[in-house]
């Protein structure tokens, strides 16, 4: 019986909307030939067969192609058995009907020009149908549903509603006094006062910036092997701004895409155009530059055409679409946007400036930035100064240009040779006396050679010491067979910089090291010398000499050399480098120089302090060719800057450059943007877009569940300046919004995913906002706003197991607040992203991505149960219920449920998590070591004043509400 | 309850038309308790009884030379030194780190190689014990690929695609074929570092990532230490009695929050906490080698006692297997030598031959090498010539992607065969080549799926592992 009543009222149903006059070709044939026949017979030239193409209106023979897919004969029948095609019996008759009826075309519903859709009346619908109609969203709905004899569901409960809508604009729930205050409020507009509240919240900014963020493949490091970090977080920080301050949508497309092309474009507008600097860089060694360019523009094109036009261009790199209208060429004339940014394909960057790849900019940073200026004064200052004394003492120069060539004084042999000999010990020690004559002694000549056979080993220090006093020693400068900047390696005290020396049989090395400060020995003195040398395979002996008289003659056989060479001849940097060796043998000359080079580093340690961030450029145009099968080394024909042919023209006044093409996107004749963008907020907000596919709006894509309300939507985005908190107030304070969320199981099976929107919408919180949700309801978490991005807890030894590089491999976590902060500012490394992301299916930011999965798994489980985050986030609420919930352990129970689910327990809720209290009570009692340990979880202070047995309990009880699926739930 | 009228699901699709049901509402719909796909099942399975019921992937990352361990090519040593034709060289793109090599000298294999086995295979030295096994291996001497570099190739091994973005090989089968066992994951990854001082290139978790497919189909990643799989240990204080009455009190409120609300995904979080709690036991339970006999750790070898070594994951894999995961992949970095090969890859040898080859025997002796397929190789192969320095025993090599070596064995495949066959250089493909792709469609018949079926609808696409290639090898198959 009931059984028959179903069919009855489906009978009606289904002749309403299957058997109508006519054959929809959008709605109903062309997703049929898009599924079976275009792969063959569509776009795609490359792939036609039998030159017959069912994607446009042309004279193909309608009779056969209705007989052949009626055909039983396998030979003959279409689609054929080896394509892996199902057509229904259902879809042949809708083909037969449609070729009947004159077998028309219409354009691609998403291609055609947006409608400007009446509001369905009033009084069209049934008295329970306008119960439901707050807004237009309302009345499309409701008609909607009349159509198909359905109604909408009862509204939610208003503490329901206002934890939905809180968690959905500024991704945090509700505080209790929020909760409370709202349902106090018994003013008309209390709904649209909460609404305008959250949309001016900050946090707003934050929530809204996460979906974008996915969409822009935003992460903090370059991606592909190597992984390392870049800096990209003001363009983050500047998308958050530009959702709290509300900027239109088609400022924030033209900023984002080509801020830099604006007439005198700001600092800003700049930062803006990080949007597209955000795909992977590789910096693998070995790679080929014009491979991983062509994959950057690629990149760029696609992610432009799925966020903004819902199309996907990746088919198109390769070949002609096989489903939509889009040539090969078309995605190489976008290419060509893309294509002239001043970049790389290999992604090591000698500039050192905070490892970012360029072009990129600087922040504004005045307090820093007045810090530069003051160094550069005073840096110019001592140039200036240093100049002049150079200046003064160009006689005395002029005169030992003259001497050099000719006074260098003799090195004098002193002391015994030293012998030493391969030692047991890897590393061994051994030492001279020298006596010096009385006069100056400016520095040292130790020689080594083998004695019997070639010898190596491995030469660490030098240590010269006279009595208890230590003689500093620099590299010397010589026609020593050591090079100076080896040398250091032995007189710079640290062992682990050496020399790898080898000597052959019947040669010698030396090197010279200077002191520091030349001696000025009255008398005969004594001085001790000390090698530390390691790995000697062979006997050698080391002799010493020392130079006496004034170090200035003490130069290197090319400065001797130049000084030799007539003054005519030398260049001019020639003479510098002589001038140079004079004047380093002065010690204010040596000072000057000294107090330059440690201001130049003040002023690039400085200037590293400034945050950069990537942007794009414009350089002239680089010449771009359609490549063959997508492969970057098989150019074919050359192309120039062009959108695709399908779609309105790019206008006569608009720059072939990405100006022009942003323009060109927001311009109130495309049929694309606004739609597709209209519908990724509905997505954030029901969790389901108008269109399901909201990355494809293609004939491979879904077609709207309610085509009228997307273009009314759409059509009221453009009109209203691209109004995005106005979108967003309509679609939160619909009644559509605010049903019930509950429905039954045969209804659930009819419409899981609520497409026909007869409830309210019930979603899995997205990872971010199941981490901010929990801290914030603890008290941990930290409402700062933007910077660069932190490190929360990890689990140990994640990075060890799969990076590589020094300084990459190892995961250290943050502190204080850092670990606190909202979890779109948790460092994002693509090749780990932090595992509670991906566990609760965050995509890796590799590629643009417009739709998150939703799974349910152990894992998710393992991480709510285990993560610290949450265990210290329990413990955190635990202490609120304990501080603030009364005295009783219903009233902090009911509190801590309040706190974590927004509503107050029922009965039997209460019930539960009761007996729970008393039981978790006397188990910490008696053992209260696992009290103490349990809350000893997380970095954050412990009140020393709370009960450890009543704080474990209570956490117990927030564990277990941390966990429920309604905590994670929206 | 509101007074929503009922409809028969396809007259709403009907009324929906071109609004197309979800793939969670189909598998929403069926019973948890069902393991097999229930979409796929009967779509992609072409074989009613599969030959292989899982797959142990011994993935040598940063790229064996196939030709010091497989390609024995003894007439090299006349050309040492010598510069390798340009006609062999062809138009073969170099990488960044020899392409300004002046020269591209001929480096003979400084390793003997031995024949083994009734069928007389040719195999290094290096590799004694897992020649033991030579007469149930099946070695494809003509594996390529296009890519050159680490991360590309890598992926294309795993995915079938070189940029990030699709799902790996064992997500796929996880997807196709789910799970023999509730307690444990359906694919699983394990990595281990080498022992020696060798270049250990990074990897990726998108390798083991479900791409596009539901998270749920996704590796999890295996690890030595505390919490073998990320988060599996309870916090301090937490004993497993409390963990359980916690576990109770969220299902009792999950359940009423269900009979309130019938969403579906509050009976799945509420099986999934129950496989979670599972998991907590089996995995340290699989993880705990101390009741394996001492003739195991003999037969893996002395590094197999370390946790997180890969002679441990072997004993791990074949622990795995026993209980009916589905696909094992186990990564073993290290294989990058582009200088001092000789030692850098008797090293890795020393690592991973005898751990293999006592994976081999495990499974013989328990008759489970029949229906598992084990898998060796890495991402690409090395050039004939030396890369820097070339003397007759020290030398490096290079990525080559035109031929490399890899072997498979068990399940139906053929053993003590070799196949394809390379120039004398072993720098191109002279006869029989395999294309990954068809090495990948090759796999998942013998899993007794067809790989042009195992689909997935993405971005208006229907995407497969093996893209729009493929062809499954007739030759390396059982009769």
Not at chain 1, 766 to 788: K, N, W, Y
Request: charged share 25%.
């Amino acid at each position: 019986m009931f059984r028959l009543c179903i069919a009855l009222t489906l009978g009606i149903a289904a002749i309403q909307c299957v058997a109508a006059d006519r054959v929809d070709f959008n709605r109903q044939v062309r997703p049929i030939l898009s599924e079976n026949c275009f792969q063959c017979h569509g776009p795609d030239p490359g792939q036609r067969k039998a030159d017959l193409r069912l994607d446009i209106p042309n004279p193909w023979d309608r009779n056969a192609m209705v007989e052949r897919i009626f055909s039983q004969d396998s030979e003959s029948v279409m689609p054929p058995p080896h394509a892996n095609k199902k057509i229904s019996d259902t879809q042949r008759d809708v083909l037969k009907q449609w070729v009947e009826q004159g077998a028309e075309y219409e354009t691609h519903w998403a291609f055609a020009p947006i409608a400007r859709p009446a509001v369905p009346c009033d009084s069209e619908l049934h008295s329970e149908h306008r119960v439901l109609v707050n807004n237009p969203i309302d009345a499309f709905v409701a008609a909607k549903l009349r159509s198909h004899e359905w109604t909408p569901a009862p509204p939610a409960a208003k503490i329901s509603w206002i934890r939905r809508v809180t968690l959905d604009l500024i991704g945090l729930p509700p505080t209790p006094q929020e909760v409370q205050a709202f349902q106090d409020d018994q003013s008309e507009f209390s709904y649209e006062s909460v609404v305008d509240r959250l949309l001016g919240s900050p946090h707003y900014g934050e929530r809204m910036a996460v979906d974008w963020l996915d969409a822009a493949r935003y992460a903090d490091t370059n991606g592909y092997q190597v992984d390392r970090n870049r800096e990209l977080w003001p363009w983050r920080d500047w998308v958050i701004r530009a959702f709290n301050s509300n900027m239109p949508f088609d400022q924030f497309t033209i900023e984002q895409l080509a801020g830099d092309l604006l007439p005198n474009a700001t600092l800003e507008q700049k930062i803006a155009t990080g949007f597209h600097r955000n795909h992977m860089l590789n910096e693998e060694g070995g790679i080929i530059d014009a491979e991983f360019l062509a994959e950057y523009t690629a990149d760029r094109v696609e992610t432009t055409a799925a966020v903004w036009m819902g199309q996907t261009f990746n088919c198109t790199r390769c070949h002609d679409h096989k489903y939509d209208p889009f040539t090969q060429r078309d995605f190489y004339a976008m290419k060509a946007f893309f294509h002239n940014v001043p970049e790389r394909g290999v992604g090591i960057y000698a500039n050192p400036v905070r490892r970012n790849a360029p072009p990129f900019v600087q922040l504004a940073a005045p307090e820093i930035q007045s810090k530069i200026q003051g160094l550069q004064e005073k840096l110019g200052l001592t140039i200036g100064q240093l100049d002049a004394f150079s200046k003064s003492m160009d006689a005395d120069l002029a005169k030992w240009l003259q001497d050099v060539p000719t006074k260098l004084p003799p090195w004098q042999a002193v002391g015994q040779s030293l012998e030493i000999k391969p030692s047991q010990e890897k590393t061994q020690k051994a030492g001279a006396t020298l006596q010096l004559p009385a006069g100056v002694v400016a520095a040292l000549k130790l020689e080594v050679a083998p004695v019997l056979e070639n010898a190596s080993f491995r030469w660490n220090e030098i240590s010269v010491t006279q009595g208890d006093k230590t003689l500093k020693v620099v590299e010397g400068v010589d026609r020593g067979s050591l090079a100076p900047n080896e040398v250091i390696k032995v007189v710079d005290a640290n062992r682990k910089t050496n020399i790898d020396i080898s000597v052959k049989k019947g040669s010698s090395i030396h090197a010279i090291v200077a002191f520091e400060q030349p001696l000025q020995l009255s008398d005969p003195t004594e001085i001790a010398i000390e090698l530390g040398i390691e790995s000697l395979d062979h006997e050698v002996t080391w002799r010493f000499a020392t130079l006496e008289g004034p170090a200035e003659f003490l130069v290197s056989t090319q400065t001797a050399n130049l000084a030799s060479k007539p003054a005519n001849e030398r260049t001019a940097n020639e003479q510098l480098q002589l001038q140079k060796a004079f004047l380093s043998h002065r010690a204010q000359y040596r000072e000057l120089a000294a107090s330059i080079e440690s201001l130049k580093k003040a002023i690039q340690s400085a200037e590293d302090e400034i945050p950069t961030t990537l942007v794009m450029s414009e350089m002239e145009t680089r010449k771009t060719f359609v490549l063959l099968r997508g492969a970057y080394d098989r150019p074919g024909e050359e192309v120039f800057a062009a959108t695709p042919a399908v779609l309105p023209p790019l206008g006569d006044g608009l720059p072939r450059n990405r100006l022009g093409l942003a323009s060109w996107l927001v311009d109130p004749a495309h049929p694309l943007t606004a739609r597709v963008t209209v519908n990724r907020f509905w997505q954030q907000v029901f969790g389901t877009g108008l269109v399901r596919t909201s990355e494809d709006f293609g004939a491979q894509g879904e077609l709207p569940s309610h085509p009228e309300l997307l273009d009314f939507l759409a059509n009221m985005f453009r009109e209203s300046q691209w109004d995005v908190k106005r979108l967003m107030r309509m679609m939160v304070t619909s009644s559509t919004y605010r049903q019930h969320s509950q429905a039954s199981h045969s209804w659930r099976e009819l419409d899981g995913e609520n497409r026909l929107l007869a409830r309210g919408p019930r979603q899995r919180l997205m990872a971010e906002f199941i981490r901010d949700h929990a801290l914030a309801v603890s008290g941990l978490l930290s409402t700062d706003i933007g910077g660069p991005s932190v490190r929360p807890y990890h689990p140990t030894g994640l990075y060890e197991q799969v990076t590589a590089g020094t300084g990459y491999n190892v995961y250290e976590p943050g502190t204080g607040k850092d670990l606190y902060r909202r979890s779109i500012y948790t460092y994002w490394k693509r090749s780990v992203p932090h595992p509670a992301m991906l566990a609760f299916d965050a995509p890796f930011r590799e590629f643009c991505s417009m739709r998150r999965t939703q799974s349910n798994t152990p894992l998710q489980a393992l991480n709510l149960m285990n993560d610290p985050t949450y265990v210290e986030a329990a413990r955190g609420v635990g202490e609120r219920m304990l501080r603030e919930g009364g005295d009783s352990p219903e009233s902090r129970i009911r509190y801590g449920f309040l706190l974590i689910l927004s509503r107050y327990p029922t009965d039997r809720e209460l019930q539960i998590l009761s007996s729970t209290y008393r039981r978790a009570l006397s188990d910490f009692d008696n053992d209260r070591t696992a009290a103490t340990v349990l809350l000893s979880v997380g970095s954050s202070k412990l009140d020393p004043a709370l009960d450890p047995i009543e704080l474990a309990a209570l956490t117990t009880i927030a564990t277990t509400l941390l966990n429920l699926d309604e905590a994670i739930s929206k | 309850m509101t007074t929503n009228r009922v409809l028969n699901i396809d007259q709403l699709r009907n009324c929906l038309t071109g609004i197309r049901p979800s793939r969670r509402q189909f598998l929403g719909s069926v019973a948890l308790a069902s393991l097999m796909n229930p979409e796929l099942h009967g779509k992609a399975l072409v074989q009613p009884t599969p030959k292989a019921k899982r797959v142990i992937w011994l993935t040598q990352a940063g790229a064996p030379s196939q030709l010091e361990l497989f390609d024995y090519k003894p007439g090299l040593e006349e050309q040492f030194d010598k510069d390798l034709p340009d006609s062999v060289r062809g138009e073969q793109r170099l990488t960044g780190m020899t392409s300004g090599q002046k020269r591209f000298p001929v480096a003979p294999s400084a390793i003997k190689f031995q024949q083994h086995g009734q069928s007389g295979m040719w195999l290094s030295e290096l590799l004694p014990y897992t020649a033991k096994f030579a007469d149930d291996i099946c070695l494809i001497k003509t594996l390529h690929t296009e890519a050159i570099n680490h991360d590309p190739a890598m992926t294309l091994l795993q995915t079938g695609h070189q940029f990030g973005g699709r799902p790996a090989f064992g997500a796929w089968v996880s997807y196709g074929l789910g799970s023999e066992n509730t307690d444990l994951p359906a694919f699983v990854a394990m990595i281990s570092r080498p022992s020696g001082p060798t270049n250990a290139q990074p990897l990726h978790e998108r390798m083991w990532g479900s791409g596009f497919l539901p998270s749920k189909f996704q590796g999890v990643r295996f690890s030595s230490g505390k919490d073998p799989v990320l988060y599996l240990s309870n916090p301090p204080g937490i004993t497993e009695s409390r963990r359980r009455a916690m576990l109770d009190d969220v299902a009792n409120l999950n359940a009423i929050a269900y009979s309130e609300l019938h969403d579906p995904e509050i009976q799945a979080r509420i099986d999934q906490y129950e496989m979670a709690y599972r998991m907590q036991s089996a995995v340290p339970e699989l993880a705990d080698l101390s009741n394996e006999s001492s003739y195991v750790f003999e037969n893996y070898g002395p590094e197999s006692k370390k946790p997180g070594t890969y002679a441990a994951n072997c004993i791990l894999a074949r622990r795995l297997a026993e209980r009916g995961v589905r696909f094992i992949q186990l990564y073993h970095r290290g294989w990058d030598q582009h200088n001092d090969l000789p030692k850098g890859i008797r090293s890795q040898c020393y690592d991973t031959d005898q751990p293999t080859a006592a994976l081999l025997f495990d499974l013989k002796q328990r008759g489970m090498l029949d229906d598992t397929l084990v898998i060796w190789g890495g991402e690409f192969g090395r050039t004939v010539y030396s890369q820097g320095v070339l003397t007759r025993d020290n030398y490096g090599r290079d990525h080559h992607p035109r031929c490399y070596s890899v072997w498979m064995a068990g399940a139906g495949v053929r053993g003590g065969f070799v196949y394809g066959e390379t120039d004398d250089f072993s720098y191109n493909i002279v006869r029989d080549a395999v294309h990954i792709h068809d090495l990948n469609a090759t796999a998942l018949h013998l899993l007794g799926i067809d790989h042009t079926r195992l689909t997935y609808r993405f971005q208006g696409r229907d995407y497969r592992l093996t893209d729009v290639h493929g062809n499954v090898v007739k030759e390396l198959l059982n009769a």
